[in-house]
Structures are given as structure tokens and as C-alpha cells.
């Protein structure tokens, strides 16, 4: 029986990824054509860009995939550090460029990364061989919670002070969610989240723009051509598409009334083509992937592999659920991507290389 794993991954998690990134490059030209056209000249601008990210995304899929779980392991280490010496240079150097009013970019010729990104994929290595080195030792507080807790708290502010506190939360919770599962005393875990609501209400109350967000977000109908703006927009095309959508590229909200359309609010534009049937069918699809990613972290071979894929999955889900919430009405508006929805290199390529994380765990779990 286990070699008979070790051959077969879990092909669900495959074609949900691969359901997804399918409908994510058609969403991203559909979304995207006509500023594209605008800006650039070129209609396929945007794809082109997306498309480039997502051969890259496979291929570090492909490697993730077949990297040994002893050689990753060991390689949490260096791939810590190397993360750390990006947020710290991110946060100090002068020479990086405001996109968006954010310093979230590296920009590497004509192209940009986001650090933040790779923290989606490289905390969860931290916290898991963290966690799983010191199962024995899971209750107590120096030796376990105490480095635990500093890593979360201190990648996330990191993460913050690039003005990025969508990026922050998603790490901020997936870094929770690992220890719950791990075992933490409770008590830490209950004051870890009262330190956490705390830092994120500092990080709302320091910047101008983000009250704003929040005070447009319980009554955006109040301002809705200025602070409600973005919100109302969103919810007149979801609510436009209704039962089965207005047609692939066919929406209006696309010409210029919905802003981040193909970034952070590509959701309610594929509401409005797709309509409620389209919507629903994306949802099923990262439920299905959440589930089979979830089901490989239960039945991992080890603690290590089955923390790796909690932490993994919690930060897919988190950043999915946010979107979702934002695009909806059900959360401020703030910046963060619909994972291989949404246009963004750094978010496919992270979001790809994790699946290919998760299909080496799964080859070597006995799922049902």
C-alpha cells in the first residue's frame, strides 16, 4: 500500500488547481482586455504576463513535487533566512518603488516579486519543523510557543510596514491556525490573539486610508462615488449577472467602473459574465481543493508533512475566504488576490509551487 501511494498523488488536487488556473487565464483576458488595449496597446498585455507567471508557477510545481520532504526539511533553514533578508530589505531600502501606495514590489528588470508572497510558502516550512521537532515540548512556553509566536508576529509586522496588512493577516493566521492544530496551550493561544486583534487595529488606526475603508464598509451606499465606491461597484456586478451571467466578455463593469478588476476584484466580474452558476462552480472548485489538501494533511506520514500541509492549505484558504469577503461586501475592501484567479505573478507562482507541495505530501498519505 505505500508504494502504491508514493506512485499516485491526488489527482483531485490536480484538476482543482488545474480547473482554476484555466479559469483564471480566461478571466484575467477577460477582465483585462480592454484596459490593456487602453494602456498598452495590446489586448493581450495582461494575459501574456499571466501566462508567463503561470509557466514559471508549473514549473516550480513540477520541482516541488518532486523534492524529497528530508532535503525540504532541511532546506527551511536557509529558505527562512533568505525570506527574513527580503522583508528587512523591503522595509528599509529607499531604492524601492510605491506601486498602489504599497512598497510590496521587488522589481527584478521588467518584471516585480512581492516577498510577502514567498512568506505563504516559506512560514509554514518554519512553523512545521518548528512545531514537529518539538512535539514532546508542545505545552510549554520558552522553548516552543515563545519562537512560534516572534516568528508570526515579527513576519507579519514586517509585512505591515510595506503598507501590504492583507498579506499580513493571511500569514498572521495561517501562523495561528498551525499552532491551534500543533497543540498550543490554549491560554497562549487566547492571548496571542488578543496581541494579534490589537496590533491590527494599531495598523487600521495609523493609516487614514484604512479607517476610511472600514467606515465605507459599513455603509458604503453613503459615499458611493467616493469611499463606497470600489464596494458598490463590485456588488452592481455580481448582482448584474444574476442566475447564469451576461456572457464571457460581455460584462460593463470591466470599461472602467470597477476598479482593480482584474486584480483584487476579478471575482465580481467573472459574477457578472458567469453569472450565479459560474460563481458557485468557482467556489465548489476551491472547496474541493481545500478539502482533498486538507484530507493529505490528516493522513501525512509524519507530523512535519502533516503540519507543512495544514499550514500550506490554511494560507490558500485564508487569502480565499478574504477575497471572497471583499468582493461581497462581507469584509473592508483591502488588497489581496483571488489565488489562481486573480491577475499576479508572485500569487500564482507561490499558489503553484504550494499545490506541488501538496501532491508530494499526498503521494506519500494514505487518504481514503
Not at 518603488?97 to 510558502?121: D, V
Not at 491551534?180 to 486583534?197: E, P, Q
Not at 496590533?199 to 472600514?214: F, H, S, T
Not at 470591466?254 to 459560474?278: A, M, Q
Request: hydrophobic share 55%; aromatic share 12%.
Amino acid at each position: 500500500m505505500a508504494a502504491k501511494n508514493k506512485a499516485r498523488p491526488d489527482w483531485w488536487i490536480l484538476l482543482a488547481a488545474f480547473s482554476l488556473l484555466a479559469v483564471g487565464l480566461i478571466m484575467v483576458f477577460s477582465s483585462s482586455l480592454y484596459v490593456a488595449s487602453y494602456e498598452y496597446g495590446d489586448a493581450f498585455f495582461y494575459l501574456r504576463t499571466q501566462c508567463i507567471a503561470a509557466a514559471l508557477g508549473l514549473v516550480g510545481m513540477f520541482f516541488a513535487y518532486h523534492i524529497s520532504l528530508p532535503t525540504l526539511r532541511k532546506l527551511t533553514w536557509p529558505f527562512s533566512l533568505l525570506a527574513l533578508l527580503l522583508l528587512i530589505f523591503m522595509v528599509t531600502s529607499t531604492n524601492i518603488t510605491s506601486i498602489g501606495g504599497t512598497t510590496r514590489y521587488l522589481r527584478l528588470g521588467n518584471y516585480g516579486f512581492q516577498p510577502s508572497e514567498l512568506c505563504k510558502l516559506v512560514l509554514p516550512m518554519f512553523m512545521a519543523k518548528l512545531l514537529s521537532d518539538n512535539q514532546p515540548r508542545i505545552k510549554e512556553f520558552k522553548s516552543v510557543f515563545l519562537p512560534a509566536v516572534i516568528a508570526v508576529i515579527m513576519t507579519s509586522v514586517l509585512i505591515v510596514a510595506q503598507r501590504d496588512l492583507s498579506s499580513g493577516v493571511v500569514v498572521a493566521c495561517t501562523g495561528f491556525i498551525m499552532m491551534f492544530c500543533a497543540g498550543i496551550r490554549g491560554l497562549y493561544l487566547v492571548a496571542t490573539m488578543g496581541v494579534g486583534v490589537g496590533l491590527g487595529a494599531v495598523a487600521i488606526i495609523m493609516e487614514p486610508y484604512r479607517l476610511e475603508r472600514v467606515f465605507s464598509w459599513l455603509n458604503p451606499w453613503s459615499d458611493p462615488s467616493a469611499a463606497g465606491f470600489q464596494i458598490v461597484q463590485s456588488l452592481l456586478a455580481l448582482g448584474n449577472g444574476g442566475l447564469s451571467g451576461v456572457g464571457l466578455g460581455a460584462g460593463g463593469s470591466k470599461w472602467y467602473y470597477l476598479p482593480e478588476r482584474h486584480n483584487d476584484f476579478i471575482f465580481s466580474v467573472l459574477g457578472e459574465e458567469l453569472g450565479f452558476i459560474g460563481a458557485v462552480f468557482v467556489i465548489l472548485l476551491f472547496m474541493l481543493l481545500l478539502w482533498r489538501c486538507l484530507m493529505a494533511a490528516v493522513h501525512a506520514e509524519d507530523n512535519f508533512a502533516s503540519l507543512l500541509a495544514l499550514g500550506l492549505t490554511s494560507s490558500l484558504g485564508v487569502q480565499t475566504l478574504i477575497n471572497l469577503g471583499v468582493v461581497t461586501g462581507l469584509l473592508p475592501v483591502t488588497g489581496v488576490t483571488l489565488p489562481f484567479i486573480s491577475y499576479g505573478g508572485s500569487s500564482l507562482l507561490v499558489s503553484l509551487i504550494a499545490v506541488g507541495l501538496l501532491l508530494n505530501i499526498s503521494r506519500l498519505s494514505k487518504i481514503p
